[in-house]
T-cell receptor, first 112, second 114 residues
Framework: DGGITQSPKYLFRKEGQNVTLSCEQNLNHDAMYWYRQDPGQGLRLIYYSQIVNDFQKGDIAEGYSVSREKKESFPLTVTSAQKNPTAFYLC???????????FGEGSWLTVV | KNQVEQSPQSLIILEGKNCTLQCNYTVSPFSNLRWYKQDTGRGPVSLTI?????NTKSNGRYTATLDADTKQSSLHITASQLSDSASYICVVSLYNNAGNMLTFGGGTRLMVKP
């Protein structure tokens, strides 16, 4: 099946630790995105990548890092510099021809 | 500042009833507007997408309207079902030199009760 796969679904992090959320797509989409969702708020853009080996900061990039070494993969690292990382994280990719955004199933990150 | 405002924030209706969700935006230049359905703890799923020239689009029991002059959109749900309980998110696409960028509304949380 074609789609976007995020893992893990649930992740617990101790304070001071870095964690990496995986995002893989087999849709052959060039553009990929990471969003953060907090209760009752709209999705906020963390980082996006329009093409392999290139990415740009979104609105709330501080405390996060990404890489785009392969078209299919866009992992997000939540570093210890992110002071309030507990949230629901969504990865997405875009089909430029259809102008449609496809989302993964999300990852819950909780700091313990 | 580009903004997308949705109302109401939450809504409770009885199964079988209709409802209408609102979305007002200030995004410019406008490219397109999407409505997504998001079940709790899941990723959003696209319901409709409309460009500047379209003023209505249906997807089963979901009908979206767009008034580009007043910058308003609505999502009408007909004969609601329990499975319609979810958050509905309005997303407006801005086109600029960096490519399409998205502005998300805060969503309307709909609960359908039996």
């Amino acid at each position: 099946d074609g789609g976007i796969t995020q893992s893990p679904k649930y992740l617990f992090r101790k304070e001071g630790q870095n964690v990496t959320l995986s995002c893989e797509q087999n849709l052959n989409h060039d553009a990929m995105y990471w969003y953060r969702q907090d209760p009752g708020q709209g999705l906020r853009l963390i980082y996006y990548s329009q093409i392999v080996n290139d990415f740009q900061k979104g609105d709330i990039a501080e405390g996060y890092s990404v890489s785009r070494e392969k078209k299919e993969s866009f992992p997000l690292t939540v570093t210890s510099a992110q002071k309030n990382p507990t949230a629901f994280y969504l990865c997405a990719s875009r089909n430029g021809a259809e102008n449609t955004i496809y989302f993964g199933e999300g990852s819950w990150l909780t700091v313990v | 500042k580009n903004q997308v405002e949705q109302s109401p924030q939450s809504l409770i209706i009885l199964e079988g009833k209709n409802c209408t969700l609102q979305c007002n935006y200030t995004v410019s230049p406008f490219s397109n507007l999407r409505w997504y359905k998001q079940d709790t703890g899941r990723g959003p799923v696209s319901l409709t997408i409309m460009t500047f020239s379209e003023n209505t689009k249906s997807n089963g029991r979901y009908t979206a309207t767009l008034d580009a002059d007043t910058k308003q959109s609505s999502l009408h749900i007909t004969a609601s079902q329990l499975s319609d309980s979810a958050s509905y998110i309005c997303v407006v696409s801005l086109y600029n030199n960096a490519g399409n960028m998205l502005t998300f509304g805060g969503g309307t949380r709909l609960m359908v009760k039996p």
